[in-house]
């Protein structure tokens, strides 16, 4: 599971616990905190899900910006990927369009819509990609983390804030029905 943006495991750890309870296998990130992505950051992200995977396929969850991240790692190592969910998440439209646009830009030290790394948002990884979204979030926008047609296999609509993700019964619910699909 990789956090969002401010985001580290602590703040993802009520989800896994969930998860972990549900009989999964649910595991951090292991890279403190997520402070958007640097020029390495999906290198990282890829070399967790192959110690992870260790021959299987992993379900990778993105919380927020960690949802573009598990997306583009899908979309390099889709052999390692049983599906990617997203938890409301910008990947598609414009980034500026999001509540936290500024904060990002100041603390990342680059434009939101000129990330570090070789990103493409709005293409769909080619595995099964769900995206949760909420009306409520408050920080992403609506119309960038539903996705558009084709940007994703599946849309979920659910009643939470952003930072309500890792805590909603709703939400974990969800992603635990997700899983055992």
């Not at 020029?39 to 890829?46: A, Q, W």
């Not at 603390?107 to 570090?116: E, K, L, N, T």
Request: hydrophobic share 35%; glycine share 12%; net charge neutral.
């Amino acid at each position: 599971m990789v956090p969002g943006f401010f985001g580290n495991d602590w703040s993802t750890r009520p989800l896994r616990r969930v998860l972990a309870d549900a009989g999964y296998e649910a595991h951090g990130w292991g890279m403190g905190f997520n402070w958007g992505a640097r020029p390495d950051s999906l290198d990282k992200v890829e070399a967790l899900v192959e110690r992870v995977a260790d021959g299987d396929k992993v379900t990778l969850i993105g919380w927020s910006v960690g949802g573009v991240f598990t997306r583009e790692v899908a979309k390099r190592r889709p052999e390692l990927v049983e599906r990617v969910i997203t938890l409301g998440s910008p990947v598609t439209g414009d980034p500026r369009k999001n509540n936290f646009w500024r904060v990002y830009e100041r603390i990342s030290g680059y434009p939101v819509d000129r990330p570090p790394v070789p990103v493409r948002t709005g293409e769909k990884p080619p595995v099964p990609t769900i995206a949760l979204w909420s009306p409520n979030d408050g920080i992403v926008a609506a119309q960038c983390a539903r996705c558009g047609p084709g940007e994703s296999d599946e849309v979920i609509e659910v009643g939470c804030t952003h930072i309500g993700f890792m805590t909603c019964r709703e939400t974990a619910g969800i992603v635990v029905e997700l899983l055992r699909r």
